[in-house]
């Protein structure tokens, strides 16, 4: 399942929804995540949504890329992917740093960053 990250009034959402639930696998999360690099978001593991900013081109930050209610849900999705990782055997941030290095850049007008 692709995720796509749109921007509404300077604020991303993660479509279709992901939650703690939705996410029943290492694979699934692992999918979700690189969607969430492949759209920009510089994603990782142990950062809060919330923290999250979006940024001009400038790199001058334009506010909180993620509404409170939607941070909070991709925390719990990403507390959950935690959690498989684990279970599967799997080194979340390992799979991460591979991620980044495969992701191409993509310019840093928008890009929500920690």
Do not use: C
């Not at 759209?39 to 409170?68: E, I, K, R």
């Amino acid at each position: 399942m692709a995720y796509n990250v749109t921007m509404d009034a300077k604020l991303l959402t993660v479509t279709p929804l992901v939650t703690a639930d939705s996410l029943t696998t290492a694979v699934e999360a692992s999918a979700w995540i690189r969607d969430l690099l492949a759209a920009g978001v510089n994603f990782h593991p142990d950062d809060d949504f919330s923290d999250y900013v979006l940024t001009n081109a400038l790199g001058v930050s334009q506010g909180a890329a993620f509404a409170p209610a939607e941070a909070h849900r991709l925390n719990l999705a990403l507390e959950r992917a935690h959690e498989l990782f684990q279970a599967a055997g799997d080194d979340i941030y390992e799979a991460a740093r591979a991620w980044h290095e495969a992701t191409p850049p993509r310019p840093a007008a928008g890009a929500p960053r920690a």
